[in-house]
């Protein structure tokens, strides 16, 4: 008769009664810290689905730390998309790397880079060429906090403020990382400093205004905000003009295009000269003014401008050198500037060219 076969050994399970003091505590602390994260997203589950919030849920985590009638603004996800944001945000990027490129200091993201004033200080006291009382390395938030208040305040005693602009920048704004509180900031020094950028024009986005209700509940309301309008070449509003309007019209822009290249060609090949690209081959100044020259029927000394310039200051002198003979003979200022010019702006060059058009089209 064979004998019964072995059985597996079992995990010894302990009865309800073995478990000792501490780890019933245990048991129920655990069981709390559950309950306390199931409450937290049931929170911003019944957040989410509120009346007053976005259908698709695109609020950032943080929206839900907001305290009781806290209120934040947040930029509308979409508004992202806009090449005319990512555009701006890279242009205001790159102009800050060039201010503090002998600072060794390199900016790659403005919402992480800024909101403690560091990079914003040495900014301001570059471009205001003086020195800010404030310490040079802050670590706690409340160092930081005075800092801003520095750099703030003398911002905006600068620009030309009466008082803190809340609507626009704050200490609380910027130490929060708001970007858009951050643009009107970077927007207004660029204007008022006449950096050698050209910012897109006409540009605005949504934002989100969200508020944490006592239900719990998150309410928001979407708002259009203006970032950027038309400007003239000191920095103030001005009305849109003919050549703002071209550009929305591709086929009129392209006909317009080549009479200008014609008009230039049909002077310079006097010269053996030839351009293709407006914004690219008057950039510099020279052909400006070497067209200029041809034009007026005189000869420009060679050590007037740089027959061959080498960097960004040297090609800026020769459009101000162009700008300023244009003005010279009698031809109305320019309502571009000479950075732009210099930065292939083609609107900006255009009206330039065009003035030029309107006045020698019928010269041979």
Known sequence: MASPRPRSPRPITPRKDDESFWEKIGTLGRKKRIREVQEVQEEGKNAIDSPGSPSNGDFPPEI??????EEMSIIQPDSYKDSKLRALINVLIDWINDELA??????????ADLYDGQVLQKLLEKLAGQK????EVTQSEEGQRQKLRVVLGTAN????????SEDKWSVEKIHSKNLVAMLHLLIALARHFRAPIRLPENLTINIIVAKKQGDGTIKHKTVPEELTSCYDDVGMRCQRDAF?????APDKLHVVKSSLVTFVNKHLNKLNFEVNELDSQFHDGVYLIVLLGLLEGFYVPLYDYHVTPHDFEQKVHNVSFFF???LDIGLPKSKARPEDVVNKDLKSTLRVLYNLFMKYRNLN
Not at 64 to 69: A, D, G, K, T
Not at 157 to 164: A, T
């Open 102 to 111: 002998n600072q060794r200091i390199i900016v790659k993201d403005l919402e």
């Open 132 to 135: 800010l009382d404030v310490p």
């Open 64 to 69: 839900y730390s907001l305290e009781e009638n």
């Open 157 to 164: 005693v600068i620009l030309g403020k009466s008082r803190w």
């Open 244 to 248: 703002d309007d071209l550009f929305d």
């Open 324 to 326: 300023q003979l244009m």
